[in-house]
């Protein structure tokens, strides 16, 4: 089997990837919804890719790999990795997950990152009316991660948050950086315990808050809500579009506290998380297939993590449908360490119409059922999905 082409269309901001071979098998993948810019960056690879064999998907990987990098730009190698498996199981008639060694688990466990409602002001009652909100969800998820201090608006909105400079118009993400004051640290205290305490123990709650704490407040934090439980609190350090790691920074924290510390979203390939993992700097990684490098790789890298005695809650939050769907494919996969992924909650409902494989929301209880389906088990549908294509991308389906 040959590569005959690799297109990319923007469907609803998100590039759509659709890897097409000699014998009529096509692979299906997609980048996070927010990044339209990517487009460009997935189709200079395509010369790279065509006339290699996909089911050769580690030989096709060695070719364009030293092509990728910290998020964003990881996405377009792994978006090719994860359609190259869904080539791979079509072929085999297999679901992906009998692929990479066969289901552990029938089911996989996801959680919802919940983003505040427009016009919160960071109030203690915006945030038990947040877990409100999240226990309210139909799909009723049984953890939720709820993003706060400086992976949200409570830099601004609450006066005096921290010593720093509030950039009103600053370019996303997340700019701010530095000490925080006294009262900007009770303040978050107060109302990540209001959250929780209204949310309950039958629930799991997860804090992102991230990055630009300093060592000595991500600590003194931590620390603050041991009684909580929280699943843990992510990219206080480094995180989100940040180019590095800084284990060693890490180090300042984890050890210190109870409170499990996470990060790992916008890390790129094994290498870069091994002195996360070996320092055992945090205790809870969150590789995105679609950033790190695709499914395999974040599957050695939960193998690898179990080893040190660290867990895994693999990001997702944009990843859009076939980003749901390699999600369920190689969590079901996973070792122990494996706690939920996050869901890719970001899609409008249209998604459902233009593919097939998804009933709509395929969330029962928290929990997703991990389909036999052959590869990533969804596919877009072209009569459907042409309405959606720009002029530019007209001859996506030819
Ligand atoms: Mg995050």
Known sequence: MKITDLKCAVIASSPVLRITT??????WSQIETPKPYLQPIVLQLKDWIVGQN??????????????????????????????LWDIAGKAAGLPIHRLLGGKV????????????????????????????IAKSLPEKFTMFKLPTSFHSSMVRDVPDFFYG??????????????????????????CVTAAKEALGSSYGMAVDAGPGYLPNDALRFAKAVEHLNLMWIEDMITGDYVPFVNPD???E???????????????????????????????????????????????????????????????GTANGIFGLASLIQVCA???????????????????????EGFDGVPVRNGMIDVPD??????????????????????????
Not at 165 to 188: C, F, I, S, W
Not at 274 to 290: N, R, T, Y
Not at 333 to 353: G, H, K, Q, S, V
Request: hydrophobic share 35%; with cysteine.
């Open 105 to 132: 688990r029938d089911q996989v466990r996801t959680y919802r990152t919940l983003y505040h409602e427009p016009g919160t002001k960071h109030t203690v009652a915006d945030y038990v009316r947040w877990a409100e």
């Open 249 to 251: 920074v890490y180090r």
């Open 333 to 355: 996969t996973l070792p122990d360490n494996y706690i939920a992924f996050e869901y890719p909650a970001r899609f409008e409902p249209f998604w459902y119409d233009i593919t």
């Open 165 to 190: 400079e509030v950039q009103h118009d600053a370019p996303y993400p997340y700019p701010h950086r530095g000490a925080m004051t006294e009262n900007g640290m009770k303040h978050l205290i107060e």
């Open 253 to 315: 924290v984890t050890p210190h506290t109870t409170t499990p510390i996470h990060t790992g979203e916008q890390i790129y390939l094994r290498q870069n998380y091994k002195p996360l993992i070996e320092s055992k700097a945090v205790k809870v990684i969150g590789p995105d297939p679609c950033d790190v490098g695709g499914i395999a790789e974040l599957k050695w890298i939960a193998e690898y993590a179990d080893l040190h005695g660290i867990s895994m809650a693999p990001h």
């Open 22 to 27: 000699d014998e009529g098998i096509t692979g």
């Open 373 to 398: 389906r052959p590869g990533l088990g969804v596919n877009l549908i072209p009569e459907k999905a042409k309405k959606y294509l720009s002029e530019g991308d007209a001859g996506f389906f030819d």
């Open 54 to 83: 996909p089911l050769h998907v580690e030989r096709v990987m060695r070719r364009i790999r030293v092509r990728g990098g910290f998020k964003p730009f990881g996405s377009a190698v792994s978006a090719i990795e994860i359609a």
